[in-house]
C-alpha cells in the first residue's frame, strides 16, 4: 500500500493514472500491452479501494479509541449492488477517473460494467441491509454489518423455451477487490452433548463439548461514507479448524476421501445463500448457517466489549444489536449461553443483558415466512442452546401465569415452543422474548404485526414494544448515481447538492411542477432514462421496443402474494380488448411497454409458471401484426441491483399490487417514485405512506383493503369463487391455446379456483383494469402526466434511509449519531 500512489493522498488525474498503472503490474501482473477492459476495471477497483481501506483504518482506529456504543445489524442477507461507481461519487472522485481512464484510451461507464454484482442476498430484505449500511456510513453512526459470504451467491437466472434456468453465481471465481481478508478467525460447534463440570470459582456449571468444529474467518466490506469516514461490513466464511482440515494420518492410509472430510463440511457450510425470498424451507444446513454467523459475530462483540475491561452490565451500553428479522434470533440464547455458561454470570443478570441489547425488525406476516425449527433438530445440532430456549420459555409463561392467571389457551398461544407433531421453535416468539423493542416496516404492516402476528405479546408488554420505522432507501444510490440526468436537474434548481443529505429538500421542487419549460427538462430526461434502457432490451432481449411508448414496469421476486399473475392476466385483457379495436380506436390507446424482471425460488412451480406465462404471452403479443407497436411484452432476465439502476429511473409507471396486508413495506416502490415514475399500487405497505406524503393524486391506488381481505377469502369458502367475467374470457383464451400448450398452465389457473382465489385476483381484477385505463387516459396528457411525475420526486423526502437509520438511532438504539463529530 506505501508504494500506491493513492497513500498519500493524491487524486490528481496523473497520480490516479499511475496508481491504475502501479495496480496492473503490482496486483493483476500485467503488461500495459494487455489491457482488457476487466483488467483495467480490477485495477480501477483496486486503486479505490486503496483510498477506502485509509479511510477504513482511519474510521475504526476512531473508534477504538473513542469506544462509543456501537450498532451491530446482523443480517444473512445483504445485496450490496456493484461497489465501484458508489465509493467513486461517495469520494468526489469520478470525474478524476473518468479523465484518468480516458487518457488511457477507456470509457469509465464501459468500465464500470465489468464489475459483477455481489449478491449475497434475495431481495427486499437484504437491499434493505445494504440501504441502511450506506446511511449508517453517511451519517458516521458507529455501526456494522454482521453477515456471511456466500461463495455463491443468488443464482443467475436465464431464460429458456421461456422456462427460468438456475446457474450458480460463483462471483468470486474473479478476485474481488472490495474485501479485506482479516486475521481474525473464532472456532463455531456443533452437535455434541452438555455436560456438567466445576468452573474456576469452583461451581458447577453446564458445558457444551463437541469435536465438530469450523472455523469462522473474517472478511471485510468497506463501506464508504462521507469525508473520509468508511463504514464495515463483516463477512464470516467457513474453513477447517485445524491443519487446513486435512487428516493426514487417514491419507497415509489410502483413506483419501476420509483425509478431506472435514475440508468438504467447512466449505459447504457457507458455500450457497438460500434462494427463498419469504418461504422457509427448513433445512438443517441452513440452521447452522444461521448459528455459525450468530456466534462468530457475537463471539467477535463480546471479544471487543472485553477489551476495555467493562463491567458486563456496561454491555448495554455499549452494544445495540438489530436482528434483521428472525435469521440471526440464535444470537438471543447464545449470548446468554456465552454469559451464563462461560462467563459465569447469573442466569438473571445475564437475560437482563441480553434483553436490553436485542431488537428485532420483523420484515412479513406471511405465515410460510415465519421460521421455525423442530424441536429435534434443535437439539442434535445446538443441544445447549435447546436447554436455554426451554428455560427461558418456562420462566417466560411463569410471568405470563403470573399477569394472567389461569389462561391456558393464553400460554399455549405464547409459548416459544409450539406443542404440534414434530414439536417446533416458533423464532419469531424467541425474538420478540429476548428483544426490548420490536418493529415492523410501515405503518400498516407494524399495525398487522401487533394486531395479528404479536397480538398476545402487545397485551403482556404493553404497545410501547412494538413499534413503526418505515423503511427507506439510500438517495446517494437510487438517484444520485443511477439517475445522473436528474441528479444534476435537481442540483441545478435547487441551486447545491444538500440535498442528497437532507431529502426533504426535495420539496422545493414542487413549485416548478407547472412550468412548461421544467417539465420539458423534466421529461427530456425521462426520455434519455427510457432511450438507455430500450438499449438494454435489445441487447438482452433481441426486442426492440419504442421509447416514446408508456413504460409500464413491476420488477421484484416472483411470488403468489405479489401477483404479477393479475399484471400478466391484465395484459392478455388489453391484449384482447386491442384486437377487437379498429385500427383508429387502437391509434388513441397510448402503446404500451409492460416490462417484468425478478426471480422465482427454483424449488416454488407456481412462481416459475407465471414467469413461463409472461412470456409465452411475450411470444404471441410480440409477433403480432396487428398489435404492431400498440403492446410489447418483455420480460428481462437475472434481475438483479445493477440492472434496477438501469430500469428504475427509464419507468413511466410501475406496478406494486400485493393482495392487500401482504406486502410489509415494498422499498421498490419508494425508488421508482423518487426518480418521477408513477406507481399503479394496491392499498399496502408502504404504498400507503407513499400516498400520504405526495397526495392521492399522484398516485394510483385500486383495490381491495386490507381489513376486507378475510371477510372475502371466508365467503369465497362458502360460497366458492365468481369469476369476474373479463377475467373468465382472459382465461378461456389461455385454456384454448392461444398462448400455446394450455395444459402446462392448468396449476396456475387452479389458483384461482379450487380452494379459493387467496390472493384476490378476480375480486381486484376489475378495479385493476379501469386504474390501467386511467393510466392510458393521463398518458396523453403530457402537461398533466410532467406535473404527477415532479410531485412525485418532490414529495419523496420522507423515504430517505437517513430518515429510517436516524429513527432507529434515537428510538431502539439509543445512540447519538452527531456525538462523534465530522468523522475527521
Ligand atoms: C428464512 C426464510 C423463511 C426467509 C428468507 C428471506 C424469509 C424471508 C426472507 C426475505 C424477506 C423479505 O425480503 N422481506 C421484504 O423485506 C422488505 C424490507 O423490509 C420489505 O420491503 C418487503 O415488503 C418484504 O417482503
Avoid at 463455531?188 to 466445576?198: I, N
Avoid at 405465515?367 to 424441536?375: R, Y
Avoid at 440526468?485 to 413549485?511: F, M, N, Y
Avoid at 392487500?660 to 418521477?676: L, P, R
Wanted: charged share 20%.
Amino acid at each position: 500500500l506505501e508504494q500506491s500512489p493513492l497513500a498519500n493522498q493524491q487524486t490528481d488525474v496523473a497520480s490516479l493514472q499511475a496508481s491504475i498503472a502501479y495496480h496492473m503490474n503490482a496486483s493483476l501482473f500485467r503488461t500495459q500491452h494487455n489491457l482488457e477492459k476487466v483488467a483495467v476495471y480490477q485495477a480501477l477497483a483496486h486503486s479505490m479501494a486503496d483510498k477506502l481501506l485509509l479511510d477504513w483504518n482511519r474510521t475504526q482506529q476512531r473508534y477504538r479509541k473513542d469506544n462509543p456504543k456501537r450498532v451491530y445489524y446482523l443480517s444473512m442477507e445483504f445485496l450490496l449492488g456493484r461497489a465501484l461507481d458508489n465509493a467513486m461519487l461517495a469520494l468526489h472522485m469520478k470525474t478524476a477517473y473518468q479523465e484518468a481512464v480516458q487518457g488511457l484510451g477507456f470509457r469509465l461507464e464501459d468500465l464500470l460494467e465489468q464489475e459483477r454484482d455481489p449478491a449475497l442476498g434475495n431481495g427486499g430484505l437484504g437491499r434493505l441491509a445494504a440501504c441502511y449500511m450506506d446511511a449508517a456510513a453517511a451519517l458516521d453512526l458507529p455501526m456494522w454489518g454482521y453477515g456471511l459470504r456466500y461463495q455463491y451467491g443468488l443464482f443467475r437466472q436465464s431464460v429458456q423455451q421461456g422456462f427460468q434456468v438456475e446457474a450458480p453465481d460463483d462471483w468470486l471465481m474473479r478476485h474481488h477487490p472490495w474485501e479485506f481478508p482479516r486475521d481474525i478467525k473464532y472456532d463455531v460447534q456443533f452437535y455434541g452433548y452438555v455436560a456438567t463440570k466445576m468452573n474456576d470459582k469452583g461451581e458447577s456449571r453446564l458445558f457444551w463439548e463437541s469435536d465438530h468444529k469450523i472455523r469462522a474467518v473474517a472478511y471485510d466490506v468497506p463501506v464508504p461514507g462521507k469525508d473520509g469516514f468508511c463504514g464495515n461490513i463483516r463477512l464470516w466464511a467457513s474453513q477447517p479448524p485445524h491443519h487446513g482440515g486435512f487428516d493426514l494420518d487417514a491419507f497415509n492410509q489410502g483413506n483419501y476421501d476420509q483425509s478431506i472430510a472435514s475440508l468438504k463440511d467447512a466449505f459447504l457450510l457457507t458455500s450457497v445463500l438460500y434462494p427463498n425470498d419469504n418461504h422457509q424451507a427448513g433445512k438443517e444446513l441452513r440452521l447452522k448457517q444461521e448459528y455459525f454467523f450468530v456466534s462468530a459475530s457475537v463471539q467477535d462483540v463480546v471479544h471487543r466489549f472485553k477489551r476495555y475491561r467493562c463491567p458486563w452490565s456496561e454491555f448495554p451500553n455499549k452494544v445495540a444489536f438489530q436482528l434483521n428479522d428472525t435469521h440471526p434470533t440464535l444470537a438471543i440464547p447464545e449470548l446468554q449461553r456465552i454469559l451464563v455458561d462461560v462467563e459465569g454470570l447469573a442466569w438473571d443478570d445475564a437475560w437482563d443483558i441480553v434483553t436490553r441489547t436485542f431488537a428485532f425488525t420483523n420484515h412479513t406476516v406471511l405465515p410460510e415466512a415465519l421460521e421455525k425449527w423442530p424441536i429435534y433438530v434443535m437439539e442434535k445440532v445446538l443441544p445447549r442452546h435447546m436447554q436455554i430456549i426451554y428455560d427461558l420459555n418456562l420462566f417466560f409463561l411463569q410471568k405470563v401465569e403470573e399477569k394472567f392467571p389461569g389462561d391456558r389457551d393464553l400460554l399455549n398461544r405464547v409459548s416459544i415452543i409450539e406443542e404440534a407433531s414434530p414439536q417446533q421453535v416458533r423464532m419469531a416468539f424467541l425474538a420478540v422474548v429476548g428483544s426490548h423493542s420490536v418493529n415492523g416496516v410501515a405503518a400498516l404492516h407494524s399495525e398487522l404485526v401487533v394486531k395479528e402476528l404479536f397480538n398476545d405479546f402487545s397485551l403482556y408488554y404493553g404497545k410501547d414494544k412494538f413499534i413503526n420505522i418505515t423503511n427507506g432507501i439510500s438517495p446517494r444510490r437510487w438517484l444520485y448515481q443511477a439517475n445522473p440526468g436528474l441528479r444534476d436537474l435537481i442540483t441545478h434548481t435547487l441551486g447545491s447538492e444538500d440535498w442528497v443529505a437532507d431529502l426533504p429538500q426535495l420539496q422545493k421542487l414542487a413549485p416548478f411542477a407547472d412550468n412548461l419549460e421544467f417539465q420539458q427538462q423534466w421529461m427530456a430526461i425521462k426520455y434519455a432514462n427510457k432511450v438507455r434502457l430500450t438499449q438494454w432490451i435489445r441487447d438482452d432481449c433481441g426486442l426492440t421496443v419504442d421509447p416514446r411508448a408508456l413504460f409500464d414496469i413491476q420488477v421484484k421476486r416472483m411470488h403468489e402474494y405479489k401477483r404479477q399473475f393479475l399484471n400478466i392476466l391484465g395484459v392478455i385483457h388489453r391484449y384482447r380488448v386491442l384486437l377487437q379495436m379498429s385500427p383508429e380506436a387502437r391509434r388513441r390507446v397510448p402503446p404500451r411497454v409492460v416490462i417484468f424482471g425478478g426471480k422465482a425460488a427454483p424449488g416454488y412451480a407456481i412462481a416459475k409458471l407465471v414467469i413461463k406465462l409472461i412470456n409465452s404471452v411475450a411470444d404471441v403479443v410480440n409477433n403480432d401484426p396487428v398489435i404492431d407497436d400498440h403492446l410489447k411484452v418483455v420480460y428481462l432476465p437475472d434481475y438483479n441491483v445493477s440492472l434496477a439502476e438501469k430500469i428504475v429511473p427509464a419507468s413511466d409507471i410501475s406496478q406494486h399490487i400485493s393482495t392487500a396486508g401482504t406486502e410489509a413495506s415494498g422499498t421498490s416502490n419508494m425508488k421508482f417514485v423518487i426518480n418521477g415514475g408513477l406507481i399503479l399500487g394496491t392499498v399496502d405497505g408502504a404504498n400507503i405512506e407513499i400516498r400520504d406524503e405526495i397526495g392521492e393524486d399522484n398516485i394510483f391506488l385500486f383495490g381491495t383493503l386490507a381489513d376486507q381481505v378475510a371477510d372475502i377469502r371466508h365467503a369465497q369458502k362458502y360460497h366458492g369463487v365468481l369469476l369476474d367475467a373479463n377475467l373468465q374470457s382472459v382465461l378461456d383464451a389461455i385454456q384454448a391455446g392461444v398462448f400455446g400448450d394450455a395444459s402446462i398452465f392448468n396449476p396456475l389457473i387452479d389458483t384461482l379456483t379450487y380452494g379459493g382465489d387467496f390472493y384476490l385476483i378476480s375480486e381486484d381484477f376489475d378495479a385493476y383494469i379501469k386504474r390501467q385505463n386511467d393510466v392510458d387516459a393521463l398518458f396523453l396528457q403530457k402537461a398533466a402526466w410532467a406535473a404527477k411525475s415532479i410531485r412525485c420526486t418532490a414529495g419523496m423526502g420522507f423515504f430517505s434511509s437517513d430518515r429510517s437509520i436516524g429513527q432507529y438511532a434515537s428510538r431502539i438504539w439509543k445512540v447519538d449519531k452527531t456525538a462523534l463529530g465530522n468523522g475527521s
